[in-house]
């Protein structure tokens, strides 16, 4: 099976601020990677789809980036809405989530 | 509007049996292939099952497979998942979704499952 592995687990930023999480996968598995955000008490939300797409909606702060085994999330310029915590998932057949990074004030 | 709505959620004791049911409306219920994902308390996000738009094919997580059965009713637009022989690890937030492009882009708001004694 596919591991994915996020990292970090926790992210302190401030408001502003331009931050990167990193998705890595056990094996290639070329631009199948999704990224969501999930807030306490809240459906998990698709901000991404195969890497780099930017699904209708989400704003334009968020990029993903990458392919192969390595992955990046990049939020340019945080806003007070987008502390939570992201997951990154390989969006083939077993669907395997990271572990989750938690962006924190 | 794409509407998916969990219920049959509840505490359970260990060993004991539930079956969630979604509710789908707003698309095409038969097109979708769609799947189940749990959240546990404190845990990252795990999909549990999922399956095809016939109903014909359907995938387990090994922490699952003999005591969860998914399945779908394509003419009542709905999804279940009947969970036999469950354990304190099953507890979690479970979320009925729609898959799209191999993607989850909608979500159900989630029904909680509790196993405690």
């Known amino acids: 099976d596919i591991q994915m592995t996020q990292s970090p687990s926790t992210l302190s930023a401030s408001v502003g601020d331009r931050v990167t999480i990193t998705c890595r996968a056990s094996q290639s598995i070329s631009t199948w990677l999704a990224w969501y955000q999930h807030k306490p008490g809240e459906a998990p939300k698709l901000l991404i789809s195969?890497?780099?797409s930017l699904e209708s909606g989400v704003p334009l702060r968020f990029s993903g980036s990458g392919s192969g085994t390595e992955f990046t999330l990049t939020i340019s310029s945080l806003q007070p809405d987008d502390f939570a915590t992201y997951f990154c998932q390989h969006s083939g057949r077993l669907y395997t989530f990271g572990q989750g990074t938690t962006l924190e004030l | 509007e794409v509407q998916l709505v969990e219920s049959g959620g509840g505490l359970v004791q260990p060993g004991g049996s539930l079956r969630l049911s979604c509710a789908a409306s707003g698309f095409t219920f038969s097109s979708h292939e769609m799947t189940w994902v749990r959240q546990a308390p404190g845990k990252g996000l795990e999909c549990v099952s999922y399956i095809t738009t016939t109903g014909n094919s359907m995938y387990y997580a090994d922490s699952v497979k003999g005591r969860f059965t998914i399945s779908r009713d394509n003419a009542k637009n709905s999804l279940y998942l009947q969970m036999n022989s469950l354990r304190a690890e099953d507890t979690a937030v479970y979320y009925c979704?729609?898959?799209?492009?191999?993607?989850?882009?909608?979500w159900g708001q989630g029904t909680l499952v509790t196993v405690s004694s």
């Open positions: 979704v729609r898959i799209d492009g191999y993607s989850f882009k909608y």
């Open positions: 195969r890497a780099s």
